[in-house]
């Protein structure tokens, strides 16, 4: 692959607004697709992406996404602000939610939105501050 | 078997896509829930749901789902409708209900993911 790596990609997320909650995993899809990177790989990256917007979306009032992709990694940075996540641990666990009922009408807030990006990503980091907001970390390794 | 073929047993309305259906599915799963679709380890699956908004499509094309059968008649929204042409998706509707359709198909020799 020759594209001039890195290639580096910023969006932006609105809290709330769920009709655009998806848009930068769409766009992301795209770009990923004709750079011929794995198809498998390609959803791992882009529902981990999709996970990590929707959770802003859902909890925070913005956010700011920037993605490193090399020939080696896809590195995504997911940084809102927000009222933050007081217990990383019981986030992480499957099932456990906080999520308002609006969420869960639209399908989600089934408390597997981190557990799945764990799932599909190689690392992921969560930091989080009550009242501030969360950083999420994560990486993906094209070799697999 | 072909969207096509699926399309004309179930008496299916072909919202978009209409260009892809001479596509093959071989597998279906059948959820309301998007984090549950999210979690399939499949590409290319056919999915049933009840849940019409926009958020159904959107899930549909970043878990790589081939086509979307939205049950029981509701009303595909013009948000909806744009969203899957932009994804290039297969949206379908049916007035039948999900377990309907996932019986009927089941029947048909489409298999189930789990």
Known sequence: ?144 | MTISQLVELLGLEVVCGQERIDEEVEFAFASDLMSDVLTLDKSGVLLITGLANPQAVRTSEIADVTAIIIARGKTITQEMSDLAEEGNMILLTSKLSVFKIAGELYSAGIKAIY
């Open chain 1, 1 to 144: 692959m020759n594209f001039g790596f890195p290639m580096r990609l910023q969006y932006m997320i609105s809290g709330g607004d769920f009709n655009n909650a998806g848009a930068a995993a769409s766009s992301l899809k795209k770009i990923l697709k004709q750079l011929s990177i794995d198809s498998e790989l390609v959803r791992k990256i882009v529902v981990a992406l999709y996970e990590a917007e929707v959770n802003v979306v859902a909890h925070a009032y913005s956010g700011l996404i920037n993605i490193e992709l090399d020939h080696e990694k896809i590195l995504i940075v997911i940084q809102d602000e927000g009222p933050g996540i007081p217990d990383i641990d019981k986030a992480m666990e499957a099932g456990f939610s906080t999520a308002s009922e609006e969420v869960r009408s639209m399908g989600f807030g089934a408390g597997m939105g981190l557990p799945n990006i764990k799932k599909n990503t190689s690392t992921l980091s969560v930091e989080s501050e009550v009242g501030k907001g969360t950083k999420l970390e994560m990486i993906i390794y094209l070799n697999t």
